[in-house]
């Protein structure tokens, strides 16, 4: 067996873990010494391999024991209960922290192990939503670290402390902090699987806080560091999705569906919590794409991971007609949302969804709120979206004038930050603006310059919408008796919209799209929505009719 222990340490240093992997395993872990049980332990957890993992952490433990090395055991049983979190086992994983914290309380002074013992406590505060005593632990645990000049430790206590600032929504401090754990990480000071959780950790932290440079570069030295590592699994399904995330961002459709469906493939067979977000990013992809069916299995895949499937589901929901079902869901998750940086995850399509279901009211209130937390957070991408929102919401209420001025920072905007699609959507509700202030010419520049963004990216519902309110600008309306408000509804209707999508969509009431299609059936002396339908499409009215 001792060719295969040498294979094993040989494949470890070149950073081959599947290969480290086998090799120890055909040489019995119950035969490795202390440092090769670890290797053993590391090989397999960044190999996919979890139960091996632990498996070898627990050996380790055991052999620490027995050498009377009771600290070093105490470390093993800590990376033994992290991966036991990690795999949604949190009694065994309870129950191995115990362990460890007996070891360094029966030693009875200060050591690094106690540091790492401190990491828990972060998790625990941080789910609590007690963002203040997460900071202070993972500041407690960071000085031990400098103490003991473990660099694995220290760089971990600043990245929980970066995300705990973020959480809390002191951003301008978060994000120093996050990026002088990067330094750690990308000067290669740091062991593998420290590395991969500070990389993961920090691109998270950048995308919930809109800070979009940040995880665009951080994304890209996570893809570099996991190219470098063939064989690697663990991390690696996570780079798959932000890179997805990233390229959907910047409009590369095509490619983030492949990488999406690379990250869910690679984990659908691991009990990895990231699989529910490699699902959701499908979904997503598959909603904007105007591909229902896939999209719906996406989410209930997602949901089955664990992964919440909002807002995508109630996009999704309102894309088919449902309005009243997309409402139902983007109430039930805002009222069990009390984190501020969470809710403005929802905020946005809440905006959308209220304005369909004709409750402006709501819709401003979801905007001003979410116009607050912008102010608060200081981000510009957020300040983004609350523009977009209050501008959608202006013009809504009948203010197209005053709309456009919020709407051109929201568009100017994702355009400096390489957004093409949010852009785009903006563009439209511009030209609407525009149109309802009779300025046709410019209302047309801006539905062409949508256009030609949609049809790049493959945006199938924006395009569909986009012809079907764009046809009274090419002077149908007056022909057939219909006014050119008529005609666009006209044409809302034969592509199957309900009166309340319509209103969204125009931004009248349900109550003033009902006195058009009854002034519609009039005109064109046609008895239902189906007979309307009909007449449109034998005249031509409907694009691709």
């Known amino acids: 067996m001792k060719g295969a222990k040498e294979k094993g340490r040989a494949a470890f ?45 627990a050996r380790l433990y055991q052999l620490r024991l027995d050498a009377g090395e009771p600290l070093p ?21 309870s129950g191995w922290l115990a362990r460890a914290q007996r070891l360094v309380d029966a030693a009875g002074h200060d050591c690094v192990e106690r540091g790492y013992l401190l990491l828990p406590h ?27 000049g473990d660099r694995d430790l220290s760089a971990l206590a600043r990245m929980f402390e970066g995300r705990a600032l973020v959480r809390h929504g002191r951003l301008a401090e978060g994000l120093p902090i996050l990026d002088e754990a990067m330094v750690a990480v990308t000067s290669s000071e740091l062991s593998p699987i420290v590395a991969g959780l500070i990389y993961c950790g920090v691109i998270a932290a950048c995308q919930q ?17 996991c190219d470098a590592q063939p064989q690697l699994v663990a991390f690696a399904g996570a780079c798959l999705i932000h890179r997805s995330e990233i390229l959907q961002l910047g409009g590369a459709w095509s490619e983030a569906t492949v990488e999406a469906r690379r990250a869910s493939t690679r984990l659908a067979a691991t009990k990895d919590f990231e699989a529910g977000n490699a699902f959701y990013q499908e979904g997503e992809l598959h909603r904007l794409r105007g591909e229902p069916d896939a ?163 493959g945006a199938a519902p924006d395009l569909a919408a986009l012809d079907v309110v764009a046809a009274p600008a090419r002077g149908k309306a007056s022909a057939h008796g219909l006014s050119a408000r008529e005609l666009e509804v006209l044409l809302l209707v034969a592509a199957g919209k309900t009166n309340k999508i319509i209103g969204a969509e125009l931004f009248v009431s349900e109550k003033t799209v009902d006195r058009h299609v009854s002034n519609i059936f009039v005109k064109l002396d046609v008895p239902s929505r189906a007979a309307a339908t009909a007449w449109a499409f034998r005249h031509g009215l409907v694009v691709g009719g």
């Open 209 to 225: 806080s809109y800070a979009l440079d940040r995880a665009r570069e951080w994304t890209a030295a996570l893809g570099a560091w």
């Open 13 to 57: 240093a070149r950073r081959a873990w599947g290969d480290a992997y086998e090799a120890f395993a055909e040489a019995g872990l119950s035969e490795l010494p202390a440092e090769d049980v670890e290797r053993f332990a590391i090989a397999a957890g960044l190999s996919g391999r979890d139960e091996a993992n632990v498996e070898g952490f």
């Open 122 to 148: 972060v998790f625990r505060h941080t789910a609590a939503g007690d963002y203040g005593a997460a900071r202070a632990t993972a500041v407690a645990a960071g000085e031990i670290g400098v103490r003991y």
């Open 295 to 457: 999209a719906e299995k996406a989410y209930a895949l997602a949901s089955e991971r664990g992964r919440e499937p909002q807002p995508g589901l109630s996009l999704l929901r309102l894309a088919q007609g449902r309005v009243d079902v997309a409402a139902a869901s983007t109430r039930r998750v805002l009222a069990a949302t009390s984190d501020p940086l969470q809710r403005t995850r929802f905020l946005p399509a809440h905006v959308e969804i209220m304005l369909a279901a004709s409750d402006v009211g709501e819709a401003r209130r979801a905007a001003d709120e979410l116009a607050a937390l912008a102010n608060g957070f200081g981000m510009e991408l957020l300040h983004a979206l609350a523009d977009h929102a209050i501008g959608a919401v202006l013009l809504a209420e009948g203010g197209a004038r005053d709309a456009i001025g919020p709407l051109r920072r929201a568009q100017e905007a994702w355009q400096r930050a390489g957004a093409p699609y949010p852009s785009a959507r903006i563009r439209v509700l511009v030209a609407r603006a525009f149109a309802a202030l009779g300025d046709e010419d410019g209302a047309a520049l801006e539905r062409g310059a949508a256009k030609k963004v949609f049809a790049a990216l």
């Open 73 to 93: 055991a105490a470390r093993a049983a800590h990376w033994a209960a992290m991966r036991m979190f990690a795999l949604g086992e949190p009694a065994r994983a």
